[in-house]
């Protein structure tokens, strides 16, 4: 089963248990250009601008947290990609799966900008960019 949490709820879970992995799965151009909650590892899910799905993703996933019964929280755009990206780690056997359901910049608003309607960033929590 895969948690849907707000970006708040996710960022208080992060600063109440420091052991839980927060993960991006966005592209490392996202990561690096767009911005990351701080501490934040990168395992990218699709690669831009092709959007191919990461043949290394689970490995990677693995080097961070080998044990699957680590909270693994996911983060993306807008929700979707770690939506799936967490379809992935259940299938592989991880237990306790958060997806952050508005990501980093949230949804399109109707001028189709993001950051507007919700999203981490949004939601003023602390960000930086690499």
Same mark, same amino acid.
């Given at each position: $089963?895969?948690?849907?949490?707000?970006?708040?709820?996710?960022?208080?879970?992060?600063?109440?248990?420091?052991?839980?992995? &927060?993960?991006?799965?966005?592209?490392?151009?996202?990561?690096? $250009?767009?911005?990351?909650?701080?501490?934040?590892? /990168?395992?990218?899910?699709?690669?831009?601008?092709?959007?191919?799905? /990461?043949?290394?993703? &689970?490995?990677?996933?693995?080097?961070?947290?080998?044990?699957?019964?680590?909270?693994?929280?996911?983060?993306?755009?807008?929700?979707?990609?770690?939506?799936?990206?967490?379809?992935?780690?259940?299938?592989?056997?991880?237990?306790? &799966?958060? /997806?952050?359901?508005?990501?980093?910049?949230?949804?399109?608003?109707?001028?189709?900008?993001?950051?507007?309607?919700?999203?981490?960033?949004?939601?003023?929590?602390?960000?930086?960019?690499?």
């Amino acid at each position: $089963m895969i948690e849907q949490i707000d970006p708040a709820a996710a960022w208080q879970l992060i600063l109440d248990h420091p052991d839980h992995v &927060l993960l991006d799965v966005r592209d490392p151009i996202e990561f690096a $250009m767009i911005g990351h909650p701080p501490g934040a590892c /990168n395992v990218p899910w699709k690669f831009a601008p092709t959007w191919r799905i /990461n043949p290394d993703f &689970l490995d990677g996933v693995k080097q961070l947290a080998p044990d699957g019964t680590t909270p693994i929280l996911l983060l993306c755009r807008s929700g979707q990609r770690s939506q799936e990206a967490a379809e992935q780690l259940a299938s592989a056997g991880y237990s306790k &799966l958060y /997806n952050i359901c508005e990501g980093f910049e949230g949804p399109l608003d109707d001028s189709r900008h993001r950051s507007s309607r919700g999203g981490w960033r949004y939601r003023g929590l602390p960000w930086e960019q690499s």
